[in-house]
């Protein structure tokens, strides 16, 4: 199995990385900015795993990321969407243009980046041979977030964009099942990574308060449920979002 991996050098989606491989996959992985810690896992861990710079926004870019990952292993089974951008932007701001322009790169990353690289992979997987425990063609895990579900106060763009992502995974649930094509998407509150650690030091005690545990989770925890995902374990449930949250928002 070959997966490819958005956003990998690092947090939720180096923990994905290393899940996928420790369960045999083989890894193509993005990066943006992490191009030394995307070279110190390649290192690590052994040949099966491989790194490109990618800008997901940069829509002509993206057919030669599928190609490379063909190139270089042979097969494209599982697509993560997992790369994605967040940044304060408040509706109470007095600057028009940041405003325009959060919303323009935040979805320009995390929602077309996403929808255009699974094109581009649903023409791949369309043309395998069927595989896996449920005789599936392909998978795709899209990681979407807490704030799709619920509503954001200060980074509306994001929580938009993810609820984008939402929708995306159900349509293609119901698009590409006849393809063999299962679709997922898993939706995290907070996590303890790079992109949140300005949100968990500002205000850890609140954020902490409102999860029933007490606790925010690692990469891990949801890494291992995307190395699930992947493995054909709950293609009957195609279309589904899974939250890991800690019941902090519970739908």
């Known amino acids: 199995m070959t997966a490819l991996v958005t956003g990998g050098s690092r947090g939720i989606g180096e923990a994905i990385v290393r899940a996928l491989h420790a369960r045999g996959a083989n890894v193509f992985a993005t990066y943006l900015s992490g ?3 995307a070279a110190e896992i390649e290192r690590e861990l052994d040949e099966r795993v491989a790194f490109a710079r990618c800008d997901l926004a940069d829509s002509a870019a993206l057919p030669g990321l599928v190609e490379a990952c063909l190139a270089r292993f042979g097969s494209l089974e599982v697509l993560v969407n997992n790369a994605a951008i967040f940044a304060e932007n408040r509706f109470d701001g007095d600057d028009y ?26 023409r791949v997987m369309r043309a395998q041979a069927p595989h896996g425990l449920a005789r ?22 994001y929580g ?10 159900k349509s293609l649930a119901r698009a590409c099942a006849r393809d063999g094509i299962a ?13 949140a650690a300005s949100e968990l030091d ?32 709950a293609d009957y449930a195609t279309g ?12």
């Open 35 to 37: 191009g030394e810690r």
């Open 97 to 122: 243009a940041r405003w325009r322009a959060g919303w323009e790169r935040t979805f320009a990353v995390n929602v077309f980046g996403a929808a255009d690289l699974t094109w581009l992979a649903l």
């Open 136 to 157: 599936t063609r392909g998978r795709i895990i899209n990681v979407a977030s807490r704030a799709a579900h619920r509503g954001e106060l200060t980074f509306a763009d």
């Open 160 to 169: 938009a964009s993810k609820a984008a992502l939402v929708n995306l995974t």
């Open 183 to 195: 679709a997922f998407a898993v939706a995290p509150g907070f996590i303890e990574t790079e992109m």
């Open 202 to 233: 500002a205000r850890r005690a609140e954020i902490e308060a409102e999860i029933p545990g007490g606790r925010v989770a690692g990469p891990a925890e949801v890494a291992s449920i995307v190395a699930f995902l992947a493995s054909g374990g």
């Open 240 to 251: 589904t979002t899974l939250d890991v949250n800690g019941a902090s928002y519970v739908r």
